[in-house]
């Protein structure tokens, strides 16, 4: 068991980073987005933002992201892969749910001062060390959790429907088009990884609006609250879901398929 939880752990901590080095730029612009009640047009902010601050201004953020999501993604994986493995046949998407539930909520922890920082970064512009300094002293408060409660609501049922939908089509996959490693080890995990990655936010979206609105507002501001004002602007409570899906499909078809490969180089390999 304690063998199979650390092919999770390796295996998601490798997707993780694969997912945030191609795709922050996309995280970058979405964030900016999601936190401002109303101005420019995505691209006329990207280029704006690029031409104050060069190109290299898309990778804001990148930095904490890098070091913490290669370990929330393997929290994930592990509580995904102790779940399958804990339930029965049957009830294997079940065990997919619950794990990706359980791994969700724990990464919360992990990820809502992470993600303070990184939307400080991204949107104010802060110093990294700066920014990094004031939420690490903020942890004893409630300064440094700014947002965890919508956290825990974007990161707990989600995460429990992106496995389950994941581990749903990857079966009904196998069963059509299984049985060649081109399948197995690249088609199946990217269409699987797309179709998780679109239930999951469809479900999970709206409060990762609300989280975003929460920690980039100068005063405290409750869910509701939040949820309110956002239904009165254009878009409402999915405002920036299209641009959100631009950069979660590709995430997930990255992670899942990476996952799944560096699971079986290890497994294939004897190691484990």
Known sequence: MAEDAWVDFVAGWSSGAAAVIVCQPIDTMLTRLQAHHAGAAVTTDTRGLVSQSGLKSLWRGSSCMISAVPFQNALLMSGYGLGTRLASEENVLWGAFVGGCTGGVVQSFLMSPVELVKVKQQVI????????????????????????????????????????????????????????????????????????????????????????????????????????????????????????????????????????????????????
């Open 125 to 272: 512009g802060v110093d990294l060390i700066k920014t990094t300094g004031e939420v690490s002293r903020g942890l004893l408060s409630h300064v440094g959790w700014k947002g965890l409660g919508a956290t825990l609501w974007r990161d707990g049922i989600p995460h429990g429907v992106w496995f389950a939908s994941y581990q749903w089509c990857k079966d009904i996959l196998e069963r059509k088009i299984g049985g060649t490693p081109r399948h197995d080890s690249v088609t199946i995990p990217l269409t699987s990884g797309a179709f998780a990655a679109t239930t999951a936010w469809a479900v999970g979206y709206p409060f990762d609006l609300i989280k975003t609105r929460i920690q980039v507002s100068p005063n405290p501001q409750g869910i509701m609250e939040t949820a309110m004002e956002l239904r009165q602007e254009p878009g409402g409570l999915y405002r920036g879901f299209g641009l959100k899906l631009v950069r979660a499909i590709p995430a997930s078809m990255i992670g899942f398929t990476v996952y799944e490969f560096v699971k079986g180089q290890m497994i294939g390999k004897g190691e484990y």
